[in-house]
């Protein structure tokens, strides 16, 4: 049996154990708290321990590791700082991913999502709770599909982009790199990078960057 790592401590390893211990495929060692809080350390989620803190990582890293944070750009930052490491893709079993779907390194697929054919999900990608992927679909590393989320077919969508509690995004739609999209926004035009775009159809309301 696997033996995983979970980097971060807070809300998201909630959902990445709950996966775990589900499909019964991994031994979770602990978690690391990637805000540095040395009093969290022993303290547990789900049973399982923070084990340390994000300075004292290197420790650990002959284990595999998923980021567990929901953060976009922090989740970016640390994958960058850490080097020679093996990231576990975490699939929930009562997820669907088409045997024509590709899922990269390190990305969390959660409870009743579905990914369908031909879609390429990148690295370290969150794709949560009930959220669905159509054919042929984009999405690019570090990006957050938040819970509810409905993305029709042959959209793309770049890095580091969060889309929102139930949004839903029309099919052959682009979606930029570091861009938020409101919850509940319906995305009909493209968006370009680096926006905040929110509402019904979502207009571009201002800049991330």
């Known amino acids: 049996m696997k033996k995983v790592l979970i980097i971060g401590a807070g809300d998201q390893p909630k959902i990445v154990i709950d996966a775990l211990q589900c499909s019964e495929k991994a031994d979770i060692i602990g978690m690391i ?28 890293l002959d284990n595999e590791c998923i980021i567990a944070v929901g953060d976009p750009d922090k989740r970016s930052e640390i994958a960058g700082k850490i080097n020679s490491v093996k990231f576990m893709t975490v699939i929930h079993p009562r997820a669907y991913v088409s045997k024509t779907a590709k899922i990269g390194e390190g990305s969390m697929i959660s409870v ?31 990006t957050n599909i938040s819970p509810g989320v409905s993305i029709a077919g042959n959209v793309t969508v770049g890095e580091r982009t969060l889309i929102g509690v139930g949004a839903k995004v029309k099919d052959e739609v682009s979606i930029g790199s570091d861009c938020v999209i409101g919850a509940g926004s319906v995305v009909v035009d493209n968006i370009p990078d680096n ?8 207009k571009i309301t201002g800049n991330k960057k």
């Open 33 to 60: 708290d990637v805000l540095g809080k040395k009093e969290n350390i022993g303290k547990k989620i789900l049973e399982c321990p923070v084990l340390d803190v994000i300075d004292n990582l290197e420790k650990y």
């Open 112 to 142: 009743f999502s579905a990914i369908n054919p031909n879609t390429i999900v990148g690295k370290h990608c969150i794709i949560n709770t009930a959220a669905t992927i159509d054919h042929d679909c984009r999405i690019g590393d570090f």
């Open 195 to 202: 926006s905040i775009a929110m509402g019904i159809p979502a």
